[in-house]
């Protein structure tokens, strides 16, 4: 794992692959799974607090049974 692209992870200008994950995961002897996670925690909370998109999308009712 090279630094710059430790800096790019780090600093928010980077993601970490299910490749980078095998890697740290090594490095730091952990699992994958954590760092995978870590990941998507991230990008959940970025698309929750970045975009007002996702705010229009309406629930959708259950559709009425009929016999």
Known sequence: V????????????????P??????????????ELWMNLQKNYDLWHAAHDSKEWKRVKPLRPALMTS
């Open 2 to 17: 090279s630094r710059k692209t430790l800096s790019k992870i780090i600093n928010g200008h980077g993601a970490v692959s």
């Open 19 to 32: 490749d980078m994950a095998l890697r740290l995961s090594r490095a730091f002897e952990t699992t994958p």
